[in-house]
């Protein structure tokens, strides 16, 4: 009975009505409106887009999990809360710092193209990418990956049963849970979209078609089954079975060619993380078919060469620095990056401080240098939406999770699968659908991510981890943003090291966004008019301002013990809560 107990406590700490955890602070970046949610402990931290999915992690903690069980509640959790972002029917990344060994670990759960894939597969007759097949038909999943990745490293390394892991999921799909503000909101923008599928018009909206308001339960029965099954038979309950018959059926309904041999077929990868060392720290992160942890590296490598605390945090000096190494950045991934299982990605000679020196003598400290005078950096030749959701967790041990998971868009491709309660992805977006042309966030894609069977779409996400010269960790940071996450990630990374920011601090600082292409310079609310004036003088191009660029939900060590975690103001109902919590 004690199981139970337990996991009865956690149902009812995750009850309808959580808004934030009892002891966040509310903070503001330059706006009284701007608020954030710090949180501090003596044991674990769970920092995620959403303050139950983060009492539930904490509770796993506190329940005697590992970071990695609280992970997996979290991911199974935002399935639930979050379903615009948080999925079983997408897939990610996950890095993983083992204390006991000190191995740091990449997890690849990233989607598959179908068997049935080609090249051609989006093309209309005229020779274009169908930007409606890509983003909005059954077509445009790839085979889902993150049933198997939380599965696989929850048996793996963690330390409770898989049952009492989704237990708190379950029970927020069957019983329901209040809707926040931020998910009404969501579903009313979203509602075209989403009412134009039966199964998504049935899961997230009444039978009248009225959009759920805040404060109304919302319940997901189909969901809570599907849940349920993967708690009994671990992925098997998922990629075979009673679900997988009702994905390839929904594939029938909807025009897509998933089959249940690409569904039995799909493999978890574990791969070697990329690290790099900046000055005194190591920072890893995921490797291909990430684009995020080598452009991360190769852009602090860029950066090192220079005395960034002396130019001033924000300055147009800084700025220009940062947005040059961005530039060529992207211009590399254009080229270079792709499925490593597919293409031979020269990932050592990218993240080389002698390549960034050459880089860095390439750039102009007083003037800009328009997008098309910048071509791949290598000698020879050989691209996500903004509601990708990314969450933190830490243990007493000093084990670290740090885990950035998707859909593509949001809500994915709209498409949910009758009877199994769950949105499918839209990542066959991230393909280059014909070398060259741009995907929706205007990410630039060649033949090295061209569109394959089995082949992983080349990716943004970059979930980090940041360790002391003593190998011991220091920060677990990541985001969602689609082409922004490495931006983001970067600037909260040179934040906390270069800057001596608190996370909080790290967190809440205006960011600003540079890609290659399109040739401008993004930034938010926060950075001076007259550091604006200075950067077009030098020749940049001023982009729209956006009303957030990703949203950084972390966890960092205290230098006395015990951890401290932001969830990121940028994105409502977030929350960082710690284990020690008390109701």
């Not at 997890?107 to 080609?118: G, L, N």
């Not at 979209?193 to 009225?210: E, N």
Request: include cysteine.
């Amino acid at each position: 009975m004690r199981r139970y107990q337990w996991i009865l406590a956690i149902v009812l700490a995750v009850a309808p009505g959580l808004a934030q955890p009892s002891d966040a602070r509310e903070g503001a970046r330059n706006s009284s409106e701007a608020q954030f949610f710090p949180a501090s402990g003596e044991r674990g931290m769970v920092s995620s887009q959403d303050a139950l999915a983060s009492r539930v992690g904490a509770q796993i903690l506190a329940s005697g999990g590992n970071a990695i069980d609280a992970a997996v509640a979290t991911g199974f959790a935002l399935a639930v809360t979050l379903p615009r972002a948080g999925n079983l029917g997408g897939g990610g990344f996950m890095m993983i710092h083992l204390a006991a060994t000190g191995k740091t670990i990449a997890i690849d759960y990233r989607e598959m193209a179908p068997s049935a894939a080609s090249p051609e597969m989006f093309l209309t007759s005229d020779g274009d990418v169908d930007r409606t097949k890509i983003l909005g038909s059954g077509l445009a999943s790839g085979v889902p990956g993150t049933v198997a990745g939380l599965v696989h490293v929850q048996r793996r390394y963690g330390r409770l049963p898989l049952i009492d892991v989704l237990s708190p999921a379950i029970a927020l799909a069957r019983n329901g849970f209040k809707v926040p503000y931020a998910l009404a909101d969501s579903l009313e923008k979203s509602k075209k979209r989403l009412q134009a599928d039966a199964g998504s018009a049935a899961y997230f909206y009444k039978p009248s078609g009225v959009v759920y308001v805040q404060g109304e339960t919302l319940v997901q029965t189909d969901l809570a089954d599907t849940l349920s099954r993967i708690s009994k038979f671990g992925a098997e309950g998922f990629y075979q079975g009673a679900v997988a018959e009702k994905i390839v059926a929904q594939m029938a309904r909807s025009g897509g060619v998933i089959t249940r041999q690409d569904l039995k077929n799909y493999r978890v990868v574990e791969r070697e993380p990329v690290c790099g060392n900046y000055r005194e720290h190591q920072v890893c992160s995921m490797p291909p078919p990430s684009s995020g942890g080598i452009h991360l590296v190769q852009m602090l490598n860029i950066l090192e060469g220079w005395n960034l605390r002396a130019l001033g945090h924000n300055s147009a000096d800084y700025i220009h620095r940062l947005a040059a190494s961005m530039q060529r950045a992207y211009a590399d991934r254009s080229q270079y990056l792709g499925d490593p299982d597919f293409v031979d990605v020269p990932q050592s000679r990218l993240t080389d401080k002698r390549y960034a020196e050459s880089l860095r003598q390439q750039i102009d400290v007083k003037h800009a240098i328009a997008s098309a005078e910048v071509a791949p950096g290598l000698r020879e030749q050989r691209v996500e939406s903004t509601e990708t959701t990314h969450f933190s967790t830490w243990d007493a041990e000093g084990n670290a999770v740090s885990n950035t998971y998707t859909l593509n868009w949001a809500y994915g491709s709209g498409v949910a699968v009758i009877g199994a309660g769950f949105l499918l992805n839209n990542e066959m977006d991230d393909f280059a659908a014909k070398p060259g042309a741009r995907n929706s966030y205007n990410l630039v894609g060649g033949e090295a991510n061209a569109i394959a069977p089995a082949k992983r779409p080349l990716s943004s996400m970059t979930p980090a981890l940041v360790f002391d010269k003593k190998g011991l960790p220091l920060l677990a940071t990541g985001s969602p943003g689609g082409s922004t996450i490495i931006t983001v990630v970067l600037q909260v990374v040179l934040n906390f090291l270069d800057f001596n920011m608190n996370i909080a601090e790290a967190t809440a600082a205006p960011r600003i966004h540079y890609q290659w292409i399109p040739d401008q310079l993004y930034y938010e609310v926060g950075i001076s008019k007259d550091t604006l004036h200075r950067l077009k003088n030098m020749g940049h191009n001023i982009g729209a301002t956006p009303r957030r660029l990703g949203a950084a939900n972390s966890i960092a060590a205290k230098p006395n013990g015990g951890t401290s975690g932001i969830a990121d103001y940028r994105r409502e109902d977030a929350a960082a809560v710690a284990e020690s919590i008390r109701d």
